[in-house]
């Protein structure tokens, strides 16, 4: 059984993102662009070859490591062109019922386009074009048609007036039968201008070997390619109109949708709100009815139903915060279980951490989870209560129903139910502010 193949183009230098990164690394929604475009192709396809230059070759096989395991990465040694670039992947392409070739600055791929390219090959079409219609056709190859047949892929610079004014634009992905693939590709010459193997040459040379070639249309936005930060930028931009559209129409109230910002895998309950300018980083679960304040930066972190969080809250990865639970403004929570209804409601960090349910923890309150060397837990129990000002300093653990005396520096274990004074008893000294100023004011020059 001859397997389904796709191959990632992503040995083109990236110059113009001016990056230390490799560009199909950087990321869009929180997830790096060639990701995006290995989900597309994942579902579709039985084994993925990202084809990769060879100064980028060991980050982006760190990358794409386990996600992938259907996928290896090969390095294009010298960028001579996309059909040399797809011609690395020989030996896989050899091997294969279909090719799927795509390229991995190309994030919006979808796998309904990747699945409709392959069912024409599965229908006797020996190459396959994703055709698109762009508002703004310059720069683009342009596809020339006779009926359904795709005679020709003309690049912009060698097309004639009237092929200029042709719409239909190559998308940049191509299927090809697996049968034909590697003879159609070794016959591509870098017999042109740029001394460049074109992949388009594939289309004339399959036709004049009275092969099936064909293009199919598919959304011109799931074509748009990534050079420069500018680009990455518009694609951020689609990207997160989408994702507000769809968290809008599973019944999440977005105050001002535009300044909120998702990651590819926030995920929002019904009835959530958020108010304006939060930011979502990566790994983020949202349960029903939560509201979620103004300028809150939320990552990593699961929140049950019904929590408040913010204004001005940061919630980093490993927090998760309890059904109803309350985090106020100026509250920093990372790695730490917040119970059942607690309230951390101004001015607080916890870290490495867990509250218990009912606990209140007052304004101001921090653990100190950090020694300089090693990071040390707090427990804190249900039901407890945290003076303002407290700093609990870890390894540490509050009882349930404990209650920490503000302005407290909490440094041993404190007993259930105890009341914990951690800081020097207050003196009252009656008359000595009076005798005090009067001193004071003998003391200057009249
Ligand atoms: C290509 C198409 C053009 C199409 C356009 C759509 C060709 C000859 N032209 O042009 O018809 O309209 O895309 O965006 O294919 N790459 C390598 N190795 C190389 C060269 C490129 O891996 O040696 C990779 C790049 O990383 C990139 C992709 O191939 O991901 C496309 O290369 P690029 O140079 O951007 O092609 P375009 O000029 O945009
Ligand atoms: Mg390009």
Redesign the pocket.
């Known amino acids: 059984m001859r397997t389904s193949l796709a191959v990632v183009?992503?040995?083109?230098e990236g110059k113009r993102m001016k990056s230390r990164l490799p560009k199909v690394l950087h990321p869009i929604g929180g997830l790096p662009m060639l990701f995006h475009v290995l989900n597309a192709v994942a579902p579709a396809v039985e084994r993925i070859v990202v084809?990769a230059a060879p100064a980028s070759k060991d980050e982006i096989a760190k990358a794409v490591g386990k996600r992938y395991p259907n996928a290896t990465v090969l390095v294009?040694d010298r960028?001579?062109?996309?059909g040399?670039?797809a011609l690395v992947a020989r030996e896989a392409i050899a091997g294969a019922g279909d090719v799927m070739v795509v390229?991995?600055?190309?994030p919006f791929l979808s796998s309904r386009s990747v699945e409709l390219m392959r069912e024409r090959i599965a229908g006797g079409a020996s190459v396959v074009v994703g055709g698109m219609r762009p508002d703004d056709p310059r720069g683009?190859?342009r596809l020339v048609m006779e009926g359904d047949r795709l005679v020709a892929?003309r690049?912009e610079r060698d097309a004639s007036e009237a092929e200029r004014a042709i719409r239909f634009?190559?998308?940049?992905m191509m299927a090809l039968a697996g049968v034909t693939a590697v003879d159609l590709l070794d016959a591509i010459s870098d017999d042109n201008d740029q001394r460049e193997f074109?992949?388009?040459d594939a289309v004339e040379i399959a036709n004049a070997r009275g092969l099936e070639v064909t293009a199919v249309e598919i959304a011109a936005d799931e074509?748009i390619?990534i050079n420069d930060r500018a680009q990455l930028a518009a694609a951020e931009r689609l990207f997160q109109t989408r994702r507000r559209a769809e968290a809008m129409a599973e019944g999440v109230t977005l105050v001002a949708p535009e300044t909120v910002f998702l990651a590819h895998d926030t995920v929002l309950g019904r009835d959530v709100t958020v108010e304006p300018n939060v930011v979502f980083g990566p790994g983020v679960r949202v349960g029903e009815g939560v509201t979620i304040r103004a300028f809150s930066h939320v990552e990593g972190a699961d929140i049950a139903p019904g929590a408040i969080i913010g204004p001005f809250a940061r919630l980093r990865p490993g927090a998760s915060i309890g059904a109803g639970a309350h985090i106020g403004n100026f509250v920093e929570v990372k790695q730490a279980e917040v119970g059942e209804g607690a309230k951390i409601n101004h001015l607080s960090y916890v870290g490495d951490a867990s509250v218990g349910a009912k606990t209140n923890v007052g304004a101001g309150a921090i653990t100190c989870n950090y020694d300089g060397f090693s990071k040390q837990r707090t427990e804190i129990g249900a039901g407890a209560f945290i003076g303002s000002n407290s700093s609990l300093v870890a390894p540490v653990a509050i009882g349930d129903g404990a209650y920490v005396a503000s302005g407290s520096v909490i440094t041993d274990d404190v007993e259930a139910d105890a009341l914990a004074f951690g800081r020097a008893r207050q003196v009252d000294k009656p008359g000595r502010a009076a005798e005090l100023r009067k001193k004071l004011r003998g003391s200057l020059p009249s």
């Open positions: 183009l992503a040995a083109g084809v294009q960028q001579l062109g996309t040399h670039a390229f991995g600055d190309t683009y190859g892929i690049e634009c190559n998308g940049g074109y992949l388009t074509a390619g």
